[in-house]
């Protein structure tokens, strides 16, 4: 009898270090901002920033190296042609390792080497993601293995499950992507997923509605569109406005039609205590700290998984990222997608309606181009346009070959679609915001 009740008090004192000690310190990486060397930033961004300057020499050739597994991984496992789509995508890396290869010998067409193209992907993009999601998904195994996701998820189950359409955990995800990149919250996502704790159309939800660019890209926009005196009024809008676009998008085609399956058998809801909320979620977390692999463990398969996606990542982006602002340089394609918009900047009498509707149309090649196209545009065209970049999610130069590099299944029309509500939605959305806070 000594001898169990001994063997239970080491069983909660184990549980309660995992939860209290592993979870603090992946809250700690992830979500609270410190400032080093002048900057401010969480700490899991500063670590990237002091191992990229540390390898600063070593870092093109880094990510050479993953664009080339990338490419080389399909046809390894020869699932490169088990569909269209995988066909599409194994060719596409390939292409992108071709790309890459050319930008790091210097070798290859003139406009490639223009400072918008190549040299963009793979300084802003490629590197950058190269180390984060890898160094990202060590920290990740203290934040989604011990209690944490499980115990706010308990909270969060009342807001999120009747106005998002997804449990309450996903909201760790919408904060990571807002504190992080979208590439960790795109991580987190499909682990889960992968886990069987979210449904496919959970997951596809999340993928397409929290997983939008950092704080610190929107400062980037705020800063390029000459709106950091409007700081706080931008950063609230474009986060109330993106989650009420998510939650509208939700109960329309495709998202709606989508069904709720399971990547493998669901974990199943288990009774939890009667009492209170705080009850419950205690009781959650201490079952998941029971069921939780050893440190070193959980470490060595989130690292596994974040290299994967990495090298499925990092090719993608150097050919459909590539191919995007191609169109977007040297062809009227987006000039016409922004037709499509015309009709409701026209209508909601957006300065510059053409101008607000080219800038809409471009963001699916990269969200960083729309913003580009209006930094002289009047201020509240420039702020409508600032939350679109933000809200839309989804485009071409990362979110789509990230999402589409995960086990999550969904195909790129749907994406297509999924972006065009999106952005018409936040005109609707933030052009009489912009109105009223302006004018």
Not at 33 to 56: A, Q, R, Y
Not at 220 to 227: R, V
Not at 234 to 249: E, N
Request: charge should be positive; proline fraction near 5%; charged fraction near 15%.
């Amino acid at each position: 009898m000594e001898r169990n009740s001994l063997e239970m008090r080491g069983v909660k004192i184990t549980s309660l270090i995992k939860f209290f000690g592993y979870s603090a310190f992946g809250i700690f990486a992830f979500f609270i901002p410190i400032t080093f060397n002048g900057k401010s930033s969480i700490p899991l961004d500063h670590l990237v920033s002091l191992i990229k300057s540390s390898f600063k020499d070593y870092s093109n050739l880094y990510a050479l190296l993953l664009i080339l597994l990338g490419a080389l991984i399909p046809f390894i496992q020869k699932s490169w042609n088990k569909n269209k789509t995988d066909m599409a995508f194994s060719l596409l890396k390939v292409l992108g390792f071709i790309t890459a290869l050319g930008i790091y010998f210097q070798i290859g067409p003139e406009w490639l080497f223009k400072p918008s193209m190549g040299p963009f992907l793979y300084e802003k993009l490629v590197i950058p993601i190269s180390f984060i999601v890898p160094v990202g998904s060590i920290f990740l195994a203290f934040l989604v293995g011990y209690g944490f996701l499980e115990f706010i998820g308990v909270f969060m189950e009342p807001i999120m499950k009747p106005i998002w359409k997804t449990q309450g955990r996903s909201a760790i995800d919408a904060v990571a992507s807002f504190v992080g990149s979208y590439s960790i919250g795109l991580l987190i996502t499909n682990r889960v997923y992968k886990e069987g704790k979210y449904t496919t159309k959970e997951a596809i939800i999340i993928a397409t509605g929290f997983s939008t660019v950092s704080v610190t890209f929107m400062i980037l926009i705020a800063k390029t569109l000459n709106l950091m005196d409007f700081w706080n009024s931008y950063f609230w809008s474009t986060i109330i406005i993106t989650f009420i676009v998510t939650a509208i998008s939700v109960r329309i085609w495709p998202i709606k039609g989508i069904p709720e399956e399971y990547f493998k058998e669901p974990i199943k809801n288990r009774e939890t205590e009667q009492g209170s909320y705080f009850k419950k979620a205690w009781t959650e977390a201490m079952r998941a700290t029971l069921l939780s692999p050893s440190l070193g463990k959980n470490i060595a398969l989130q690292l596994k998984d974040g290299l994967l996606m990495t090298m499925g990542i990092l090719p993608s982006i150097m050919s459909v990222g590539l191919i995007g602002l191609i169109l977007a340089e040297f062809t009227p394609v987006f000039d016409w997608l922004g037709y499509l918009f015309f009709p409701f900047t026209w209508l909601l009498k957006i300065p510059e309606p053409l101008l607000a509707a080219k800038a809409s149309g471009i963001g699916i090649a990269e969200m960083f181009l729309p913003a580009l196209l209006v930094t002289k545009a009047p201020l509240i065209t420039r702020f409508v346009i600032a939350v679109v970049s933000v809200s839309s999610i989804i485009f071409f130069s990362a979110t789509i070959p990230c999402i589409i590099s995960t086990e999550i299944p969904i195909s790129l029309s749907k994406l297509l679609v999924i972006w065009f509500e999106r952005v018409l939605l936040t005109l609707l959305l933030a052009t009489p915001l912009a109105y009223f806070l302006f004018s």
